[in-house]
């Protein structure tokens, strides 16, 4: 059972709004009622250091707790942070989310490099051994190319007979030449089924109304759901 707008009042009154705008973006998408795991992938690369000062970070983290308040049945949210190496998920919750991204970062330290393929393991382990039922989203967001674009791509196509669905969101001014390469890999010469989106959020993401950003991220959802069905892969 999902979460219903007065647990979310109750808990989490500032992110009402965020919750109710997912809902909509959901039912135009023609997902009301589906059911999935939502995870954030968040790049700790030096370059990112402006948008987790700026409170940007914070602010898509509270996006995917919105949308993850439609979607699954408590609210949480896995957080991989990710630079030269991965690190082990932290949860965010409805109740818990104020602050935890700089805190967060923070507890972290150092500023890296840019580890994709690091990161998505990351995320398929824990995938795999929460035992979940539903697919997982995974909003993967990042400003800059991977250390690796081999292993990058290698993994990706390796987890399309996955049930996960990869969406990237980039950051900053870079032309992301390589996550729209991701973004338009061949199927089925290179992965099982099409896993992966992608959508620029410029050079100041905060500015996107939320329900274009919300939109942005269920753009090929849908039809990667029903790709998966057709596979037999959930």
């Not at 979310?8 to 997912?22: E, N, R, W």
């Not at 009301?32 to 250091?49: E, I, N, P």
């Not at 674009?149 to 993994?155: D, G, I, P, Q």
Request: proline share 4%.
């Amino acid at each position: 059972m999902t979460i219903d707008l007065r647990k979310v009042q109750s808990v989490a009154p500032g992110l009402v709004d965020l919750f109710k705008t997912a809902r909509v973006s959901l039912d135009k998408s023609g997902l009301a009622g589906q059911r999935a795991a939502v995870y954030l992938v968040l790049d700790r690369s030096g370059s990112m250091r402006r948008y987790y000062k700026d409170g940007t970070v914070q602010h898509l983290a509270e996006q995917a707790l919105g949308l993850a308040a439609n979607l699954d049945d408590d609210g949480i949210v896995p957080v991989v942070f990710f630079s030269t190496t991965a690190h082990d998920p932290v949860e965010i919750g409805l109740t818990d989310y104020v602050g935890r991204i700089g805190k967060e970062h923070e507890r972290l330290g150092h500023m890296g490099t840019t580890d994709y393929a690091g990161a998505m393991v990351k995320v398929i382990e824990h995938y795999q051994a929460s035992g979940a039922t539903d697919p997982a989203f995974v909003i993967f967001q990042t400003d800059g190319s991977p250390d690796s674009r081999t292993a990058a791509e290698k993994v990706l196509c390796e987890a399309s007979t996955l049930p996960l669905f990869w969406q990237f969101v980039g950051f900053g001014d870079d032309e992301f030449k390589f996550l729209r390469k991701l973004d338009e890999l061949p199927v089925p010469r290179k992965r099982a089924v099409d896993n992966a989106g992608f959508f620029a959020a410029g050079l100041d993401p905060q500015t996107i109304a939320d329900s274009d950003l919300y939109a942005s991220l269920m753009a090929e959802f849908p039809d990667w759901l029903a790709a998966t069905r057709a596979q037999g892969i959930r």
